[in-house]
């Protein structure tokens, strides 16, 4: 069965430099989430959308953004990048904006190293 | 509040022992999900079970057993007869019906299994 898929695998980047992670949820999710593992962490929770409209804020930085696009992918879109953003960023999909009690499968993440 | 907590930060057992994982959760909320994943060393998080609120039927797949007592707010997963393959961190996770539909996470258990 198709999974969740997200690009780049692994990102590497500098201090202040700007990075984009792309999500791609299973065929027919209409609801993807971003969360963020630090190391050795539980993962948290950033931001999710239902039918390309932000459903719910977690805590997402001022200099990240997202958005889903009209085929339902996502990207996560991050700026000034810090020394703290090192971690590994997951996106999850779900149906039906998850009220169904729908369960969310994670990709495989991207590993960004900010150096 | 609104909180999953596991308290075994690490566990080591040996091949072919039984091994529990503790899971307790509070919420004020009478509806809700719980949700069992598995992050093996390659990073990514396996689903493993979803259990709602209104069903506290055990339930057995394998070598995985949950236990689920409202009563005492613990959804707890046995590994009978645990393999090295087994050697991951668990994360248990709650999930709302309303809302928000975002997880929130426990710390998570690293478990590994001695051959």
């Known amino acids: 069965a198709a999974g969740v898929i997200q690009s780049p695998r692994h990102l590497i980047k500098e201090k202040r430099e700007t990075a984009t992670l792309k999500c791609y949820p299973i065929p027919r999710h209409d609801t993807v989430y971003w969360y963020q593992q630090g190391p050795g962490q539980d993962p948290q929770f950033l931001i999710s959308f239902y039918e390309k409209m932000q459903s719910d804020k977690g805590s997402i930085p001022d200099r990240f953004s997202a958005q889903q696009f009209s085929d339902y992918h996502s990207e996560l879109n991050m700026s000034s990048l810090e020394l703290g953003d090192s971690a590994l960023y997951f996106c999850?999909?779900?149906?039906?904006?998850?009220?169904?009690?729908?369960?969310?499968?994670f990709g495989p993440g991207t590993r960004l190293t900010v150096l | 509040a609104q909180k999953v907590t596991q308290a075994q930060t690490e566990i080591s057992v040996v091949e072919k022992e039984d091994v529990t994982l503790d899971c307790v959760y509070e919420?004020?909320?009478?509806?809700?999900?719980l949700f069992w994943y598995k992050q093996p060393p390659s990073g990514e998080l396996v689903f493993l079970i979803r259990?709602?609120?209104?069903?506290?039927q055990n339930e057995i797949s394998g070598r995985y057993s949950w236990n689920f007592q409202k009563s005492t707010s613990s959804f707890n997963f046995t590994i009978t007869a645990s393999q090295v393959v087994d050697s991951a961190v668990y994360f248990c996770a709650l999930r709302f019906t309303s809302g928000t539909y975002k997880y929130i996470f426990g710390t998570g258990t690293r478990l590994k299994v001695l051959a």
């Open positions: 999850a999909s779900s149906l039906a904006g998850g009220r169904s009690g729908d369960t969310q499968y």
């Open positions: 919420t004020r909320d009478t509806t809700y999900y």
């Open positions: 259990r709602n609120s209104f069903d506290e």
